[in-house]
Each structure stands twice: as C-alpha cells, then as structure tokens.
C-alpha cells in the first residue's frame, strides 16, 4: 500500500475550539486550551502517525481583524502561511457564532488547496440549527466539504480524521515516525505556565505576559527549571506576584503538576517576574520569543 502524508493546516477565528480540535485530532495535549481569545499565538504542528501515512497537523493562532500589536501582525503571518503551504485546509467555524472573517473567506473561495468546514460546538444547537449551517456554508464556500461537530465532546471527529486520510496525497513522510511534534521541551513548558496565566488572571493579565525557560537541567529523576514571566506594567507584575507572593505561589504549584504529568519527572521550577514594557511591539524581543513566521 502506498504511504501518504501531507500537512493538515487548522485555521479559524479566536475561541472557535481549533486548539480543542487539534488535541483530538493528534491524540495528546498539544495546544492549551482557555475560554479566553489568543490562546494560540504560535503555529504548533502535532504529528500523527500510522503505517501508512503521516498527518502533520498544524494549529494556528486565531485570525484577528484589527492588529493592535506586531505580535498580533506576526500571528496573522503565521495563518498566512498555513494557507499557502497546506494540503488540506480545516476551516474551524463556531455554530453559535455569526461573525465572518470576510478576507479569509474570499481567499478560500479562491484556493486549490481542498478545504474543510467545520462546523464546530453543535452541541450548543438544535439539529434544525446544525442543518441551516451546514447549508449556509455550502453556499458560502460551495469548494469546500462541510461538516458539523463538537471537538470537546468528540462527536464527528473520528469521521472527520478519515475523510482528512483520504485527501492526502501519496508522500513519504515528512518527520520520523516516532515525533510527536516540532516542538522543544521548553516551548511546551512555556505554554503550560501561559496557560495556567490565562486561567488565574483576569482582564489585561494574560495578555501582557510572556514566558520564558531561562535555565532547564535534566537528571535521570528530576528537572529543574527557571522561568521568567515577562510583564507590560509595574502594576501587572505586582498583580502576578499577588499579596506576598500568595498568587505566584499557586500559579507555581499547579504548573509544577502539569509539567510533572507532561514530563514523567520530578519538577522543581522556580519563577520570576520581569516587567518589559515594549516586548509586543520590539521586533529583536518578538524574534527571541520565537514570533518569527
């Protein structure tokens, strides 16, 4: 049998559940996944692999209208991307949401690349709401296969996988079988502390911050970690640190958890508040943070 493999890129407005979708698809917790918008801000690749084909998923940050930082234009640089270099386009639409992202519907009318819609969180609807969708997008993007489902509850999902198979072309694959993704160690310890951020601060919080691994050493036991949150404000780094350090500490405990649970290993992590003012508007502090498209 013939091996196929292609690059699957997921491409969507903010908070439409393509982090969601991407952590079913593959099969692990590649994404991070909040209720909040610009979860996503870096392109992440989760690899599947069968023994006969490759899936090299791709998960987008979510498209945003108005640019208000040059970080916000580089994750748009990052959706860019995915729409030239896929061969298979997933849509990701939320059932309950009614806003367009015109410019991106005018170039899916216009691609070569096979396109997906996925019409995601039916759960939220009723069958005659789901049906009204479906048919609306096959008007609106009458190139594209439109399908209905609910990536947190996995209803469609495994159909969905099958029908990304047959799309693929005949390819040898693109990584070795055994990779999970492109990804280090520290981007994804990175994540789970944003994550735990996005969870435990509210308002402009989690969205002035970056996180950095500083220093990782690995034994055959333990790893030991020293990360720093990069913060826009003086006031927002005594908002991180909270009344004598009681915030930081419990953003601490339950990232130590998580990264224990992601690695297999005893975690000692140390964290630090730095305040930099400009770093999502300084373009040598974006390369460095890894916004490059």
Request: contains cysteine; glycine residues 4%.
């Amino acid at each position: 049998m013939a091996h196929k493999a292609g690059y699957v890129n997921i491409i969507g407005r903010p908070n439409v559940g393509k982090s969601t979708l991407m952590n079913q698809l593959v099969g692990e917790k590649i994404s991070i996944i909040t209720s909040k918008a610009q979860t996503t801000r870096h392109r992440i690749l989760g690899i599947v692999n069968g023994d006969d084909f490759q899936i090299v998923f791709s998960d987008t940050p979510g498209i945003i209208k108005d640019p208000a930082y040059k970080m916000h234009e580089v994750m748009n640089q990052f959706v860019n991307v995915a729409l030239i270099d896929a061969d298979l386009i997933l849509f990701v639409v939320d059932i309950t949401d009614k806003k367009v992202e015109e410019k991106t519907v005018e170039r899916l009318k216009t691609t070569e690349i096979p396109v997906f819609v996925l019409i995601n969180k039916i759960d939220l609807s009723t069958q005659e709401q789901v049906e009204q969708a479906v048919e609306q997008w096959r008007e609106t993007l009458p190139n594209a296969t439109v399908f209905p489902l609910s990536a947190q509850y996995n209803a469609n999902v495994e159909f969905i996988f099958k029908q990304i198979l047959e799309k693929l072309p005949e390819c040898p694959p693109y990584f070795p079988k055994d990779e999970l993704t492109d990804r280090s160690m520290r981007f994804f310890i990175t994540e789970i502390i944003r994550e735990k951020i996005l969870l435990n601060y509210q308002q402009e919080i989690p969205y002035s911050v970056q996180v950095e691994v500083e220093s990782y050493e690995e034994t055959e036991k333990h790893i030991h970690i020293r990360s720093i949150i990069y913060v826009a404000r003086d006031s927002q780094k005594a908002i991180i640190i909270g009344k004598g350090g009681s915030a930081i500490k419990k953003l601490g405990m339950q990232a130590r958890t998580d990264i224990e649970e992601f690695t297999g290993k005893k975690i000692f992590l140390e964290l630090f508040v730095k305040v930099d003012k400009d770093w999502r508007d300084n373009e040598a502090e974006l390369k460095r943070f890894g916004y490059e498209a």
